[in-house]
């Protein structure tokens, strides 16, 4: 899965990109997030890495879709609506606790 989360005018730091392997398998996400910060004009880049246990759950809301929880190593926890699509081989990605959209594509 790649997300990329809106950066808000005058931030002074967020989180660019997550780049992350979900296994439905094992309910487990692995992932890394790209994350800014803006100083003086400048920009420094830094990488988080993970591994997290995820909780999915059927999306009453929309038939045959998805949601799936983790807790972050920051302590906050990301919630997000899976939708398959494809024959089930992409899966979109709708940020819920967070304004973040990607694509999944399966092995």
């Known amino acids: 899965m790649i997300a990329t989360p809106p950066i808000s005018p005058g931030a002074t730091s967020a ?3 997550v ?3 979900i ?3 094992n ?4 992932y ?3 994350d800014l910060t803006f100083s003086s004009g400048s920009i420094t880049s830094s990488n988080t890495y993970g591994s997290k246990s995820i ?3 059927s999306n009453s809301n929309i038939t045959g879709a998805y949601t799936l929880s983790f807790t972050a190593g920051s302590g906050h926890t990301l919630s997000f609506n899976l939708l398959p699509v494809n024959s089930g081989n992409t899966i979109l990605v709708q940020g819920i606790s967070d304004p ?3 694509v999944c594509q399966m092995q």
């Open 15 to 17: 989180t660019y990109n």
């Open 27 to 30: 309910n487990t996400i692995t």
């Open 23 to 25: 296994n439905f398998t």
């Open 100 to 102: 973040f959209s990607g």
């Open 55 to 57: 909780t999915v759950t």
């Open 32 to 34: 890394s997030s790209m």
């Open 19 to 21: 780049l992350a392997l």
